[in-house]
């Protein structure tokens, strides 16, 4: 069966031998005729069978990718333009010159066609050759006129020639040039001064042009700094040698030709290494930023990315070039091996790309910060709740916590959920080949015989029962005791008319939606802190400043003894903060001492192992707290006492592998007044 091809080259032979690019219709279908009738092919059978129409048919084909133009009449096509006919014929002349690279460039006079003004391009060498270099040659081929200056002819050459043709017969011109003794001599004599100490170098150059002329093309198409120089020098001295001459023979016009071709040549693939040179930097840049924090970045952060002046990459590179080098690092090197860059896909439905061997040193490290501020978020949540008289759901049930620890996880954090797949972190182990304390780390995030990944809330080590613990030991004392917390609201509902957003909550379940919404309407303001102590105080028994207990008269009312309350829970904050400025001073920070006793009595160099000793400590603490009789929350203990406390944990057995330990000693002290000061805060 015939094709567009089979068409298109019977009508490359016809315009060859009529010698125009116009053709009409009823011509080209006479000489198909005849060109059928004279080979023997059996793929244009069908095309003998019914010239006329699939003639027709081809034509429009070739029309609709822009290689011919079809001008019809009537629905019937009259003529055809062959837009590449004039190309082709000039590209006919270029294959001849590389058998024979001593004919001259072309111009109108050796083609033996008049091609109309329309069908050439001018060109001033001088100012748009170089920007005709960097043309697209996925663009149809035209036929360009170069123009010279200095009275230097012109030349015809088709855009496909444009690439390397032009340089290579450019370079052979120069060949013939230096073939001649007294013109070698001469150019050495040129180029000596502008070569000095660098000799050898230049001798070796033009002896390369002679012998070697696929190495000197090279040096036209990829210059380095001195075949930069040694093109440019020499372009500059043939074409002054020979711009004066008023009577210039042919091979003058050559070397004149060669010399301005072969100058620009130069400069337009200099500025190509220049700019790859760049881009390999920028890219390098690039590469380099991967491997800083936060190492996971999504592609439009790889865009942003800037340099230490804060100027976008994306100035000295393509985001094609980002593309390419992403998809040469997610290339794996082999089928049980990672590639140096992996891309996850998040719940958030964006991809982060991330250096393999961060990723087990970004979960180990933000998975830690994560669970303290998960720890927080949960204590801090519970203790307001249960001031109101609530307990979330979340708090009470296993399955309810976990699914809102695996959902705040999937909203904050979503690419380090992206990272949390059994597949991924199993290969970084391996190839990393973890040893240890890191060992152990990772390993606790499997459940090996699912092949899985082990529920957030383990992956966090978030104990709901312990969070739940420590969230109590935060409130106020007659909150910490059912009973008393029942009693206390109580009279509030008796004295003060108010009550909790729980009181509410619970008695709308009870009464249902419309009493519910009575209540509310006629529910007090909520109520305040000072309103609250004034009913604690008042049913408060604790030990004064001076070591007797302090009890409410009978003639004291609600008001008076909440105020009394109110300045007991000041005092035992004020005695608190003096004992803390005992080890801080005055201004200093609690926490900023906190952390220098650890570096005094943490013996441990790995970051993951010392923060988590430090929790352990700080657990112990909180638990000890947690043990101690309610009244002394708001009995302020003295600096002995509080040595006593520490000295009695300090020889747990679970400290022998801490020898410094008066530092930790003193860490203990402090920490217990860091707690004691957030019972009344």
């Known amino acids: 069966m015939s094709t567009v091809d089979d068409v298109l080259r019977i009508l490359q032979t016809y315009t060859r031998r009529a010698k125009t690019a ?3 219709f009823s011509q080209l279908l006479t000489f198909t005729t005849r060109y059928l009738e004279k080979v023997d092919n059996d793929d244009l059978r069908d095309l003998e069978d019914n010239t006329e129409n699939l003639l027709a048919a081809r034509l429009l084909e070739l029309e609709k990718s822009g290689r011919v133009a079809v001008h019809s009449t009537g629905g019937k096509i009259v003529s055809i333009d062959y837009r590449e006919f004039y190309p082709s014929l000039v590209s ?10 001593l004919l001259p460039f072309p111009d109108e006079s050796m083609i033996g066609v008049t091609i109309p003004a329309d069908a050439v391009f001018p060109v001033d060498v001088r100012t748009d050759f ?31 020639q444009f690439p390397r043709t032009l340089a290579e017969l450019s370079v052979q011109k120069i060949r013939a040039y230096l073939r001649s003794e007294k013109n070698v001599s001469y150019i050495r004599s040129k180029l000596g001064g502008a070569f000095r100490n660098r000799e050898s170098m230049l001798k070796e150059m033009l002896q390369r042009i002679l012998t070697t002329p696929d190495s000197a093309i090279r040096s036209v198409m990829e210059p380095d700094d001195f075949s930069f120089h040694f093109w440019t020098t020499l372009s500059s001295v043939l074409i002054k040698d020979i711009a004066p001459k008023k009577d210039k023979l042919q091979e003058d016009h050559d070397y004149a030709q060669a010399a301005y071709l072969l100058g620009y040549y130069n400069v337009h693939h200099k500025a190509i290494v220049q700019r790859r040179r760049e881009t390999e930097m920028a890219v390098q840049m690039l590469d380099n930023r991967l491997s800083k924090e936060p190492y996971a970045f999504t592609i439009s952060d790889i865009y942003n990315f800037t340099d230490a002046k804060g100027v976008l990459l994306t100035k000295r590179y393509t985001t094609q070039d980002i593309h390419d080098y992403l998809a040469e690092r997610l290339r794996p090197g082999s089928a049980n091996e990672l590639a140096p860059v992996v891309r996850v896909k998040g719940p958030d439905g964006k991809d982060y790309y991330i250096r393999k061997e961060f990723v087990l040193k970004v979960l180990i490290e933000r998975l830690f910060d994560i669970s303290r501020e998960f720890a927080d978020h949960y204590v801090d949540t519970w203790v307001g709740a249960m001031k109101e008289d609530r307990r979330p759901t979340e708090m009470t049930d296993d399955a309810t916590f976990s699914q809102d620890v695996q959902t705040r996880m999937t909203e904050r954090y979503p690419m380090i959920c992206a990272l949390l797949r059994f597949d991924l972190l199993y290969l970084c182990a391996g190839e990393q080949k973890l040893m240890g304390e890191a060992a152990a780390e990772i390993n606790r995030l499997f459940d090996r015989e699912a092949r899985a990944i082990r529920p957030m809330h383990q992956i966090l080590q978030l104990d ?76 408060g028994d604790a030990r004064g400043a001076d070591g007797g207990r302090t009890a409410p008269s009978r003639d004291s009312t609600p008001t008076s003894g909440g105020a009394t309350r109110k300045v007991q829970a000041q005092e035992f904050r004020r005695r608190i903060e003096e004992l803390q400025k005992g080890y801080v001073g005055d201004g200093g920070s609690v926490d900023a001492k906190l952390e220098e006793l650890i570096e005094r009595w943490n013996p441990l160099l790995d970051p993951v192992a010392k923060s988590n000793l430090v929790e352990d400590v700080n657990s112990l603490v909180r638990d000890f707290l947690r043990r101690m009789k ?12 509080i040595q006593g406390f520490a000295e009695k944990l300090s020889q747990s057995d679970v400290f022998n592998q801490i020898r410094r330990k008066d530092a930790l000693k003193t860490y203990l002290e402090l920490y217990m007044l860091k707690i004691l000061g957030k019972i009344n805060g």
């Open 22 to 24: 116009q053709v009409e």
């Open 92 to 101: 006919g002349h270029y294959q001849k010159m590389h058998d024979r690279p």
């Open 130 to 160: 170089v920007s005709w270099l960097a043309r697209s040659q996925d663009e149809p081929p035209v036929v360009v006129r170069l123009m010279f200056p200095d009275g230097v002819k012109s030349i015809l050459a088709g855009s496909q």
């Open 464 to 539: 709901r029962k312990k969070l739940a613990d420590d969230a109590r030991l935060l409130l106020p004392f007659w909150q910490a005791f059912p009973w008393l917390n029942a009693f206390v609201r109580f009279l509030q509902r008796v004295f003060l008319g108010t009550r909790t957003p729980g009181q509410i909550e619970r008695s709308r379940r009870k009464k249902g939606p419309r009493k519910a919404a009575r209540i509310l309407s006629s529910t007090a303001a909520p109520v305040t802190e000072d309103r609250q102590d004034s009913t604690v105080m008042q049913l």
């Open 630 to 641: 309610v009244g002394f929350r708001l009995i302020p203990p003295d600096r002995a006492r």
